[in-house]
């Protein structure tokens, strides 16, 4: 009987992680879509960083930040009480730091996609900056922001290389399902390794699936 271990850490890490980035995200997302200086253009490359880095030096970049010995990773042990190399922590702030790029993108694109003058109209009824926020952006951006979020879950999920750096494989610790595909093909058990992949392969195919569901009517606007 197959050991669903490797499947629940890696739920655990996607939900943990794409919590964090959902909030993150839509924060950030409303502090940049209407600017466009420089520093708005420098922090944006930043966030995108990781969709172009390969996700070993993410790993590495993120194994020396939080090093027990460097001043982040000794504020998250000591202070925090949460450990980062080789445990689960380590696993979720990788996942968060890969999947955020893709939550960011997809939230501040349906942001920017409102009609700039029905903001503009709200604001000369003088509705606050936060009521426009919560009751015009956020429910218009709605299918945005959940597509951003179904990405980044099924890019948590199928995180590998900087999970591997920061939290190593550890069995019934940070096993997730990549990492335990890999070593089960590694060990030769590939017929053990199938399974998993068809779970993966599944997933990725139904969110995919859900997104285009989601953007069938801009699909066919476009048309």
């Known amino acids: 009987m197959a050991d669903f271990t490797p499947f629940w850490i890696s739920i655990k890490v996607a939900v943990i992680s794409t919590l964090i980035v959902t909030i993150l995200g839509i924060f950030?997302?409303?502090?940049?879509?209407?600017?466009?200086?420089?520093?708005?253009?420098?922090?944006?490359?930043?966030?995108?960083?990781?969709?172009?880095?390969?996700?070993?030096?993410?790993?590495f970049i993120l194994l020396i930040v939080f090093s027990p010995r460097s001043f982040v990773g000794q504020f998250f042990a000591e202070v925090l009480h949460l450990p980062v190399v080789f445990?689960?922590?380590?696993?979720?702030?990788?996942?968060?730091i890969v999947s955020f790029p893709l939550m960011y993108q997809h939230t501040v694109q349906g942001f920017r996609g409102i009609d700039s003058k029905m903001?503009?109209?709200a604001r000369t009824m003088g509705a606050s900056e936060g009521k426009i926020f919560t009751k015009l952006v956020l429910p218009l951006s709605k299918r945005a922001i959940?597509?951003?979020?179904?990405?980044?879950?099924?890019?948590?999920?199928?995180?590998?290389?900087?999970?591997?750096?920061?939290?190593?494989?550890?069995?019934?610790?940070?096993?997730?399902?990549?990492?335990?595909?890999?070593?089960?093909?590694?060990?030769?058990?590939?017929?053990?390794?199938?399974?998993?992949?068809?779970?993966?392969?599944?997933?990725?195919?139904?969110?995919?699936?859900?997104?285009?569901?989601?953007?069938?009517?801009?699909?066919?606007?476009?048309?």
Request: charge should be neutral.
């Open 146 to 223: 959940l597509s951003g979020v179904m990405m980044s879950f099924a890019r948590a999920i199928g995180e590998f290389g900087a999970t591997l750096m920061v939290a190593g494989y550890i069995p019934n610790k940070t096993n997730t399902l990549p990492l335990e595909i890999y070593f089960l093909v590694e060990q030769g058990k590939e017929h053990q390794a199938w399974l998993w992949v068809l779970v993966l392969v599944a997933f990725a195919v139904t969110v995919i699936g859900t997104i285009n569901i989601l953007n069938h009517d801009r699909y066919k606007e476009v048309d």
């Open 119 to 121: 903001l503009n109209t």
């Open 87 to 96: 445990t689960l922590t380590g696993a979720v702030i990788a996942s968060v």
């Open 28 to 59: 950030i997302s409303k502090w940049l879509y209407q600017r466009n200086g420089v520093i708005a253009r420098i922090l944006e490359s930043i966030i995108v960083l990781p969709i172009v880095l390969p996700p070993t030096v993410m790993g």
